[in-house]
């Protein structure tokens, strides 16, 4: 079994070690970022995300057990709050050095309905721990991220979304949740009760106070097969509107310096089941970097290494439920800047980045992923009144990711997109007052609910405040 990022570069090692010392060879300096200290002068202890490159050092750390203790922290607690998912944000949401609070001890499900097939699940859930849960009540998120590790509070922060022309991100199958503000009150919120709040903060950045429950709307389970299959590149951008109108879920990884995309599909089958291997990304993302890291000065080869490797490679199937397949784990850390474009201009996008990172940026071997995802009408949802294509560029977690904003940044923004909250970006609030219709009424509905600021830190003044 391959992986999806296998299946183009399987092979390649082979390749690169019959070039031996070939000319261009270069040993691209391969070292571990330095790391904050693991506690601060006063003894704070460290927090940091994912990737690794925020940190803070909170005075305080919360895990209320239930919303009436969240309540009462929210109240009592001196200072700025911020909660925490899983971490998994590259942007500075979570940052503070003062109250950081997690809702791992507030997880699972409250109650389901299976005549309208919604389940209300606490916000600390992890998705990964929701799918077999879900499963074991007969039914499934309609649509899932790439992993899977989120709590589902920190997905609905910052709109995290899958792919398919059909599905919109996460929040938007959310009918109704619960919110604990920061002067201490529980508010129930749907599209009657509440509305305002429950448009302004259904995606959130954890800056309205903190969700304690959620309601979705689930469907019945269905089998899957996932299919991730080698193509050239020029093919799957001319064939990706037939490719979204074709299936139920669709997207590729373009394959820098290599005219190589993997395609990845997912479609209702009623074959017999038929699991996924083991888990392959680090071998195939560890040989880009050897390709990248041996022939990164020779775009000829490391070309044609990469398509010799790819003549052969097998297309990878799984059949199975969705929530088995849909996720995956990455194990290879990177850092990340995902914009959401109005569909129409999504694939022009993406032939501009990947020509300026051809250009300019031999040291980039992650693959670039496309999406699509369907709109909602959340006032913070980048997906707002609009269906989206998504274009995420990746760097190692040792490479540098400055060209993320003066290379990649302004060609997204010149094409309209909207950047993912929780991905890096260097927008601020007059952007965001331009780019977001009800921007301004969802800071708004956020001031009214926290006058006093206490769910901001820098990171969110820049997004909320003018100036
Ligand atoms: C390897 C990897 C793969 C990823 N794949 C995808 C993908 O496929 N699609 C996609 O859209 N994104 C993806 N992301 C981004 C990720 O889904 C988002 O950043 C998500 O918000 C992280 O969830 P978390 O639980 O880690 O939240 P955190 O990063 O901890 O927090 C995110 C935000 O939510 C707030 N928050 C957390 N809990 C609550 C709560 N209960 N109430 C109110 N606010 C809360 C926080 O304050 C913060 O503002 C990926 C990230 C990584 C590292």
């Given at each position: ?5 296998a ?49 803070a ?6 895990a ?50 299976a ?117 050239q590149?020029d ?97 290879v ?45 959340a ?8 269906v ?8 190692y ?18 094409h ?23 921007f ?23 997004v909320?405040?003018?100036?």
């Open positions: 079994m391959v992986s999806r990022r299946v183009v570069v399987g092979g390649v090692g082979a390749g690169i070690a019959a070039t031996g010392g070939a000319a261009g060879y270069r040993v691209w300096r391969d070292r571990e970022p330095a790391s904050p200290p693991s506690q601060d002068d006063q003894g704070r202890l460290l927090w940091r995300n994912w990737s690794g490159i925020q940190n050092y909170p005075k305080e750390r919360a209320p057990d239930g919303e009436e203790a969240l309540a009462g922290i929210l109240k009592s607690s001196p200072g700025p709050i911020r909660p925490v998912g899983a971490g998994h944000s590259f942007t500075a949401l979570v940052p503070t050095g003062g109250t950081l609070l997690t809702l791992d001890r507030m997880s699972g499900l409250v109650s389901h309905d005549a309208t097939q919604q389940a209300t699940v606490r916000a600390g859930t992890r998705l990964g721990d929701l799918g077999p849960a879900l499963a074991a009540i007969g039914q499934e998120m309609p649509n899932l991220p790439d992993i899977n590790k989120q709590s589902l509070g920190g997905a609905l922060g910052t709109g995290t979304h899958g792919t398919g022309r059909a599905f919109k991100a996460i929040h938007g199958d959310v009918t109704a949740f619960r919110i604990a503000t920061p002067r201490g009150d529980v508010l129930a919120c749907d599209r009657t009760t509440n509305a305002d709040v429950f448009h302004a903060a259904r995606v959130n950045l954890g800056a309205f106070g903190v969700i304690s429950e959620i309601t979705l709307q689930n469907r019945p389970l269905k089998r899957v097969l996932k299919r991730t299959v080698g193509r590149l093919e799957v951008i001319e064939e990706w509107p037939s490719l979204i109108a074709q299936h139920r879920n669709v997207e590729f990884y373009a394959i820098p310096f290599t005219g190589l995309a993997a395609l990845i599909t997912v479609d209702e089958t009623d074959k017999p089941v038929s699991p996924r291997g083991p888990d392959t990304d680090v071998d195939a993302v560890m040989e880009l970097k050897k390709l990248r890291d041996v022939a990164g000065f020779l775009p000829g080869v490391r070309r044609s290494l990469a398509q010799a490797a790819f003549k052969d490679a097998p297309p990878d199937e799984a059949v199975d439920e969705g929530w088995k397949l849909l996720s995956n784990e990455r194990p850390r990177f850092n990340e800047m995902e914009y959401h474009l109005p569909l129409e201009t999504q694939m022009a996008a993406l032939r501009d980045v990947i020509a300026a990172i051809e250009k300019h940026r031999s040291d980039v071997f992650f693959p670039i992923e496309a999406r699509v995802i369907d709109a909602d009408d006032w913070l949802s980048p997906f707002h009144e609009r989206s294509g998504s274009i995420a560029v990746h760097a977690y040792k490479d540098d990711y400055r060209f993320f904003f003066d290379l990649v940044e302004p060609i997204l923004r010149k309209g997109g909207r950047p993912h909250w929780g991905k890096l970006h260097s927008l601020k609030h007059a952007d965001f007052v331009s780019l977001y219709p009800r301004k009424d969802a800071v708004a509905v956020r001031d009214m609910l926290d006058p006093d600021g206490r769910m901001l830190n820098d990171h969110l003044r820049a909320f405040q003018d100036g």
